[in-house]
């Protein structure tokens, strides 16, 4: 089992910033991800990273503007947003996969989900 915990999230105007983190305990992930999900909209993929190598994958839309990183000693992840948008509005949730293999952000790879964060970028 692995639990997971977000936090971080918030208002902000549009071009400001705010960090995600969230805080992970249980069994050690394999890779880690951040989702996003709109009203009315399908969870999507933001950005994922594999825990013991570090490396790292963004989705388009986020891609030079979001970072997301991990801190092993202290079992959490994080994302950075810089320049944000109104379109980046969305309850973000944390997400990991323990099983070995190729990690991509796809929903259904992921077994264990953290509550969410609500980030709202207003115009």
């Known amino acids: 089992q692995v639990q997971l915990v977000e936090s971080g999230g918030g208002s902000v105007q549009a071009g400001g910033s705010l960090r995600l983190s969230c805080a992970a305990s249980g069994y050690s992930s394999y890779c880690m991800g951040w989702f996003r999900q709109a009203p009315g909209k399908e969870r999507e993929g933001v950005a994922r990273i594999y825990i013991g190598s570090g490396s790292t994958y963004y989705d388009d839309s986020v891609k030079g503007r979001f970072t997301i990183s991990r801190d092993n000693a202290k079992n959490t992840l994080y994302l950075q947003m810089n320049s944000l948008k109104p379109e980046d509005t969305a309850m973000y949730y944390c997400?990991?996969?323990?099983?070995?293999?190729?990690?991509?952000?796809?929903?259904?790879?992921?077994?264990?989900w953290g509550q969410g964060t609500q980030v709202t970028v207003s115009s």
């Open positions: 997400a990991a996969r323990i099983g070995s293999g190729t990690c991509y952000l796809r929903v259904y790879e992921y077994t264990y």
